[in-house]
């Protein structure tokens, strides 16, 4: 079945301090079940994925096109100030996340260089 495909929406595209501001809100949803969702954020210029960066929003299982909504604060960007890549990641019932399952082959693990070495692992 393959990870979910994510549709979402903002509720702006800058965060600060100043009141009024030092939120956003982000609607979305899932074309399929998940069985986990993560929002991440990183630093611009940082690696990023699911598992990598700040954990700013979590949720757990959710039938299909059923809407859900979070608030990211200016709180949650500890790394100072300067650009953050927001992130939405949701892992499918069959264990594969919507950031790398193309790449994997179905009933693998991971995706496997030329050479042999694991590339990709599903987390």
């Known amino acids: ?62 039938p299909a096109n059923v809407e859900r909504t979070f608030e990211i604060y200016d709180d949650y960007l500890i790394n100072g100030d300067g650009d953050y890549r927001i992130s939405l990641f949701a892992q499918g019932l069959d264990g594969s996340w919507n950031d790398n399952h193309l790449y994997i082959p179905t009933g693998s693990d991971a995706y496997f260089t030329a050479d042999g070495l694991e590339y990709l692992c599903v987390r």
């Open 1 to 62: 079945m393959g990870a979910p495909q994510l549709t979402f929406s903002a509720g702006g595209s800058k965060i600060s301090r100043q009141p009024g501001f030092d939120f956003i809100t982000v609607t979305f949803q899932a074309d399929q079940q998940y069985q986990k969702f993560e929002c991440r954020a990183t630093k611009a210029g940082e690696d990023y994925g699911v598992g990598k960066g700040e954990l700013v929003a979590s949720f757990s299982s959710t």
